[in-house]
């Protein structure tokens, strides 16, 4: 009898992968290969932590996107209220312009998780039930993009721009939108790798030694293309003669640094994937048009600091996009058989 039992439970998971597997599409697949990629690879050259935040960010992803299919303004809500507990622990070291103060201990850093924060409380503007908690999400969001201003960190107080685009832009324009993001994207990371391979700025000025930072790391892809140099910071002249350039300051640039191409190409592929799905859910959910537009934020602002390298940051955009695709899938199911929709309103 029991043997019965676990022989019908071990058909039906078998049935039930096979069709996951079936309705997976050749564009799911593509994007699942670059997540191999981007995961495998920089082990060959001791890049744990890469891959762990990798496979961090597609179980948040997953979790969302899942739990999404039946309300999704949880995983909004959770975020702004995780965020609100940060906000009230050291309100005058998220509010202040000085090193080590708030979290992460960088101000960039906690800039920019309060501008994907503001894109978490804009997507519950858009779930919420009620006028009050819409309006409570919106002020949330004021509030969380206040950070980056007082913070005076230039990059991230330019990303807002996104944030108010994702609520201003009509619904019927929201798929323009999303490529010009991805458009965005691809142009700030052209312009910084054009900038590391010329290298010409002043070396002693701010921008010169981040471009020459950029500029090292082109030269470390260049010497070793395929399994990268190892860890910037132990082949950076400039990391070696200045503690606080540790880092490349461009992410894409630095992984293609220490883990080769083949690493950079998935991680610009994943990106411009994200874009392209995000794209195909905008007629679906309102929730699509902030995913992408808290994506394009992370990543232009990856292309000139290491923001990535604070695995929160990262792991909290990848819980927007999920609930964003979990609720577009959610609403189409829904379409298709027939019942009422529960679109997210704006």
């Not at 022989?7 to 697949?29: C, G, I, Q, Y």
Request: hydrophobic share 55%; with cysteine.
């Amino acid at each position: 009898m029991n043997k019965r039992i676990v022989s019908t439970a071990s058909l039906d998971a078998a049935r039930s992968w096979r069709t996951v597997l079936s309705n997976t599409t050749e564009f799911d697949r593509a994007g699942l290969a670059a997540v191999a990629v981007l995961t495998i690879w920089p082990l060959l050259n001791g890049g744990w932590r890469t891959s762990a935040l990798v496979l961090a960010c597609v179980g948040v992803f997953a979790v969302s996107r899942s739990l999404s299919s039946s309300s999704s303004w949880i995983v909004p809500a959770f975020l702004v209220f995780g965020l609100v507990m940060v906000a009230a622990v050291d309100l005058g070291g998220l509010l202040s312009d000085g090193a080590g103060r708030g979290p992460f201990g960088y101000a960039n850093a906690k800039s920019a998780l309060f501008v994907q924060g503001s894109f978490a409380a804009v997507m519950l503007a858009m779930t919420a039930g009620d006028k009050m908690a819409r309006g409570l999400a919106l002020i949330a969001a004021f509030a969380f993009a206040i950070v980056p201003l007082v913070s005076g960190t230039v990059a991230a107080s330019l990303t807002l721009a996104l944030v108010v685009a994702s609520v201003v832009v009509p619904r019927q324009w929201a798929r323009q939108a999303v490529t010009s993001f991805a458009v965005l994207f691809a142009a700030a990371l052209v312009a910084t790798a054009a900038a590391g391979i010329a290298g010409d700025l002043p070396g002693d000025s701010a921008g010169g030694r981040r471009v020459a930072l950029w500029s090292e790391a082109v030269d470390m892809m260049t010497e070793n293309p395929v399994l990268g140099s190892g860890a910037f910071s132990d082949a950076s002249p400039t990391a070696a003669s200045d503690a606080d350039a540790s880092w490349a300051h461009n992410e894409f640039l630095q992984l293609g640094a220490e883990h080769g191409l083949p690493a950079l190409a998935a991680a610009v592929f994943l990106i411009m994937w994200l874009f392209v799905r995000l794209r195909r859910e905008a007629v679906m959910s309102t929730l699509a048009l902030p995913a992408a537009a808290a994506v394009a934020a992370l990543s232009v602002h990856a292309c000139i600091d290491y923001v990535g390298h604070f695995a929160l940051i990262p792991m909290l955009t990848a819980a927007l996009v999920g609930t964003a695709v979990g609720t577009a899938e959610t609403i189409s199911t829904e379409a298709r058989a027939g019942r009422p929709s529960r679109s997210t309103p704006i």
